[in-house]
């Protein structure tokens, strides 16, 4: 899939399953996932390619679709088509988790297979999650951050969309891991930048003018590190910056030193898992109902091991 522009969350993958064959032996027919480009934020690019690829390698196309905008109605809508179109199974990365539990529910209702990839609706009843333990996730940047302070320090965070339980959990993670290992290391400022990077460029911009005396910022989504990178470089700060994810600018800020660390996920296997599972379901076959994938942390000393240049 090819991203053009940046402006939402998790894409939409859903799939037509049946009447397929597969490399698991003849199921009469072929199954065909239309593939839709769509306006998504580039940190999904691999999850898309890993989609891609797991759907070349059953024999089948993919569709996949995402709002163009941080956008929940317009992630409904989408939903809402998918079903319309009686499609055989989805997966799905809510933006907006309460919101899109009805519609999942439905779907499942309906026989339609649903799995939820990066952020998940646990009071569905969708068939399984695959991404990150985003609790965790939150642990290990908490740690991370500990370490980095020594032990004591005051800290801003950049957060996402308020409403994405991803996002809400991973600073769920990173202040338990403050509270039961850090005491001294302080959450001083949260300010939500909603999907939208200008507004998270402001925010940081806004936060950093508000306590001069900060020790360290951390962000919850993919657009906190640009902005981050951003701010440093304007600002000619040396402050602990520390974010999630692994787009190209957050990778080079930190080899150039303006981010500290990136805790960076497994997106690439999020597609996989999504087309492959949700065609085990379409058999018939039995699939977790939770997928971790884990999280690296990405420094100075190792970035070009994993990101060669």
């Known amino acids: 899939m090819s991203y053009e522009e940046v402006s939402c969350h998790s894409p939409i993958v859903g799939g037509h399953f049946c009447h397929c064959r597969g490399r698991g032996g003849e199921r009469g027919g072929q199954t065909h996932f239309h593939r839709s480009v769509s306006h998504i934020n580039p940190f999904f690019e691999a999850t898309s390619h890993g989609a891609e690829d797991e759907a070349k390698s059953l024999g089948v196309e993919v569709l996949i679709k995402g709002p163009d905008r941080s956008d929940v109605q317009q992630q409904i809508e989408i ?3 998918l079903i319309a179109m009686k499609v055989s199974g ?4 809510p933006t907006d988790s309460k919101a899109l539990t009805p519609l999942i529910d439905r779907a499942m ?3 339609i297979k649903v799995v939820t990839f990066d952020t998940d609706a646990p009071d569905s009843k969708r068939l399984g999650y695959i991404g990150t333990d985003n609790v965790k996730a939150g642990e290990h940047m908490g740690n991370a951050l500990g370490a980095a302070l020594e032990g004591k320090g005051k800290v801003l965070v950049s957060q996402g969309i308020s409403s994405q339980l991803n996002l809400v959990q991973r600073l769920e993670g990173v202040e338990k891991a403050l509270r039961e290992n850090f005491p001294n290391v302080e959450i001083v400022d949260v300010q939500s930048g909603q999907g939208d990077p200008n507004v998270t ?5 806004n936060m950093i003018s508000a306590h001069p005396d900060f020790d360290a910022l ?3 989504d993919s657009y906190a590190g640009p902005a981050m990178v951003t701010a440093w470089k304007a600002k000619g700060l040396t402050k602990i910056a520390i974010t999630f994810d692994d787009l190209p600018e957050i990778i080079n800020g930190v080899r150039d030193g303006q981010i500290y660390s990136a805790i960076v996920q497994r997106q690439y296997a999020w597609g996989v898992n999504v087309i492959n599972q949700l065609n085990m379901a379409c058999d018939g076959k039995p699939i977790p109902a939770n997928s971790d994938t884990g999280t690296l942390e990405i420094t100075k000393a190792n970035v070009d091991q994993y990101y060669p240049k």
Do not use: D, P, R
């Open 79 to 81: 939903v809402e088509n």
């Open 90 to 93: 989805f997966g799905i990365g």
């Open 109 to 111: 209702e309906q026989g």
């Open 201 to 205: 460029l402001s925010n940081i911009e």
């Open 218 to 220: 951390i962000g919850m």
